[in-house]
């Protein structure tokens, strides 16, 4: 096991670190410059935190969270057998196709137009590790495995580590139990599909939660290169780069960690950059993701969008019933920044990186239906909250309700993935 303190912040450190000398008496001048930092010192400052690694306990949540995943996962595919769906069509359904598709034969080098000039769908849009794993896993089985298992296997894979990633940074935070509860709770949330099928969703959780779990430690350089495995997943590294050069920038500011804040915020977008430029360079073109990209509605609008969609949804224009969980997200999440961000027990690393996550769900259009997928990565900092209370009822009474969650996210999942018409 492995400890490390996060030291706590407060003006006299600040002082001590960078040699400054408190003014005397008679030196008036100095204090109206001391003043507004010690205030801001003081509204900002966080308890220190010990991180706390422990293997033993990190397998034990990795294998709660395969447990609870066989449950959702084994009921989604015998229903879905029961139906009349095989086994590969499940796991070809939407965005796992294009990865498959991606790991099969590689990406096109060109792009196609609708007749209105704008570009058409593509998969030049998706980000190149979680293909590359699986031709990889398909590979190392000497093609024996599909590839629709290949990807199976490396979710789930990426999703036990990504649990041990939550219970290390919960357990760090509220203690063991509630460790263990964040990961049962996440593993039974509604759109667990996401961590099962061939998504991105259990590779970039994984990289997002251990990402976390080095910031909090203040291990600029382990979170710089796992900065930098998440960039090449999916474009939504770019909160955890932001998150990574406030929070270098603030340790700068107080004159800690040497070098190693500077190297990291040089570091840490290299994924993102590499991600942009190879998948650039397929059609020859430095912007090309950025063009393949407007295919799929994602480009930051400043919430337009979502404005569009709750005006549909308010006014009855158009209603699908995964509608109220879309609008209960949106503010749920909101309300979770503001929580965490009033808790001093909660490191600014984990709310700042809610809130960027919740800042790009709502500043980009895409389908709304996809909002509580985008959010899955980010879900276990939400429930934080929630977790504490959960953690103190008696265990057979948790047990019950994780499998209850776990069955409702396999049936869920069914609807999300086969019978419900517009992508999750």
Same mark, same amino acid.
């Given at each position: 096991?492995?400890?490390?303190?996060?030291?706590?912040?407060?003006?006299?450190?600040?002082?001590?670190?960078?040699?400054?000398?408190?003014?005397?008496?008679?030196?008036?001048?100095?204090?109206?410059?001391?003043?507004?930092?010690?205030?801001?010192?003081?509204?900002?400052?966080?308890?220190?935190?010990?991180?706390?690694?422990?293997?033993?306990?990190?397998?034990?949540?990795?294998?709660?969270?395969?447990?609870?995943?066989?449950?959702?996962?084994?009921?989604?595919?015998?229903?879905?057998?029961?139906?009349?769906?095989?086994?590969?069509?499940?796991?070809?359904?939407?965005?796992?196709?294009?990865?498959?598709?991606?790991?099969?034969?590689?990406?096109?080098?060109?792009?196609?137009?609708?007749?209105?000039?704008?570009?058409?769908?593509?998969?030049?849009?998706?980000?190149?590790?979680?293909?590359?794993?699986?031709?990889?896993?398909?590979?190392?089985?000497?093609?024996?495995?599909?590839?629709?298992?290949?990807?199976?296997?490396?979710?789930?894979?990426?999703?036990?580590?990504?649990?041990?990633?939550?219970?290390?940074?919960?357990?760090?935070?509220?203690?063991?139990?509630?460790?263990?509860?964040?990961?049962?709770?996440?593993?039974?949330?509604?759109?667990?599909?996401?961590?099962?099928?061939?998504?991105?969703?259990?590779?970039?959780?994984?990289?997002?939660?251990?990402?976390?779990?080095?910031?909090?430690?203040?291990?600029?350089?382990?979170?710089?290169?796992?900065?930098?495995?998440?960039?090449?997943?999916?474009?939504?590294?770019?909160?955890?780069?932001?998150?990574?050069?406030?929070?270098?920038?603030?340790?700068?500011?107080?004159?800690?960690?040497?070098?190693?804040?500077?190297?990291?915020?040089?570091?840490?977008?290299?994924?993102?950059?590499?991600?942009?430029?190879?998948?650039?360079?397929?059609?020859?073109?430095?912007?090309?993701?950025?063009?393949?990209?407007?295919?799929?509605?994602?480009?930051?609008?400043?919430?337009?969008?979502?404005?569009?969609?709750?005006?549909?949804?308010?006014?009855?224009?158009?209603?699908?019933? /995964?509608?109220? #969980?879309?609008?209960?997200? %949106?503010? $749920?999440?909101? @309300? =979770?920044?503001?929580?965490?961000? !009033?808790? &001093?027990?909660?490191?600014?690393?984990?709310?700042?990186?809610?809130?960027?996550?919740?800042?790009?769900?709502?500043?980009?259009?895409?389908?709304?239906?996809?909002?509580? /997928?985008?959010? #899955?990565?980010?879900?276990? %900092?939400? $429930?934080?909250? @929630? =977790?504490?209370?959960?953690?103190? !009822?008696? &265990?057979?009474?948790?047990?019950?309700?994780?499998?209850?969650?776990?069955?409702?996210?396999?049936?869920?999942?069914?609807?999300?993935?086969?019978?419900?018409?517009?992508?999750?």
């Amino acid at each position: 096991m492995v400890d490390v303190t996060n030291p706590p912040e407060g003006p006299a450190k600040i002082a001590q670190a960078s040699g400054t000398v408190p003014a005397q008496q008679g030196s008036p001048e100095l204090k109206p410059a001391r003043e507004p930092l010690a205030r801001l010192e003081t509204l900002l400052r966080r308890e220190p935190v010990t991180v706390h690694v422990d293997r033993r306990e990190a397998l034990t949540a990795a294998g709660i969270y395969l447990a609870l995943s066989a449950i959702g996962f084994g009921l989604l595919m015998v229903v879905t057998h029961h139906l009349g769906f095989s086994a590969d069509h499940v796991l070809r359904r939407w965005d796992s196709e294009n990865y498959l598709k991606i790991a099969e034969s590689g990406y096109p080098n060109h792009l196609t137009y609708r007749p209105d000039g704008t570009p058409a769908f593509t998969r030049l849009a998706f980000f190149p590790l979680l293909p590359a794993l699986i031709r990889g896993v398909h590979l190392v089985f000497f093609g024996a495995l599909p590839f629709p298992y290949a990807g199976v296997l490396v979710s789930w894979v990426a999703g036990a580590v990504a649990a041990a990633g939550v219970h290390t940074l919960s357990r760090s935070l509220v203690g063991r139990r509630v460790g263990y509860a964040c990961v049962s709770l996440w593993a039974c949330s509604p759109y667990a599909f996401a961590l099962w099928v061939p998504y991105s969703e259990a590779c970039f959780s994984a990289a997002l939660m251990w990402t976390l779990v080095a910031l909090v430690a203040r291990r600029w350089l382990t979170a710089a290169a796992l900065c930098v495995v998440a960039g090449t997943i999916r474009p939504t590294a770019s909160v955890l780069v932001g998150v990574l050069v406030l929070t270098a920038a603030w340790s700068l500011l107080h004159r800690r960690g040497g070098r190693r804040p500077w190297i990291a915020m040089i570091i840490a977008p290299l994924g993102l950059i590499f991600s942009w430029l190879y998948l650039g360079s397929r059609i020859g073109h430095l912007n090309g993701w950025f063009e393949a990209e407007k295919a799929w509605g994602q480009s930051f609008d400043f919430g337009w969008g979502t404005l569009r969609f709750l005006k549909r949804v308010i006014l009855y224009q158009h209603i699908d019933i /995964r509608y109220p #969980l879309v609008l209960a997200l %949106i503010l $749920l999440v909101a @309300v =979770a920044v503001t929580a965490l961000a !009033l808790d &001093r027990r909660t490191p600014w690393a984990l709310v700042l990186a809610l809130a960027g996550a919740w800042e790009l769900m709502v500043g980009t259009p895409g389908s709304p239906l996809s909002k509580p /997928r985008f959010m #899955l990565p980010f879900l276990p %900092i939400m $429930l934080l909250l @929630v =977790a504490k209370p959960v953690a103190r !009822l008696p &265990r057979l009474v948790q047990g019950g309700l994780y499998v209850c969650g776990a069955v409702f996210a396999g049936w869920y999942a069914i609807g999300l993935l086969v019978l419900f018409k517009m992508s999750p």
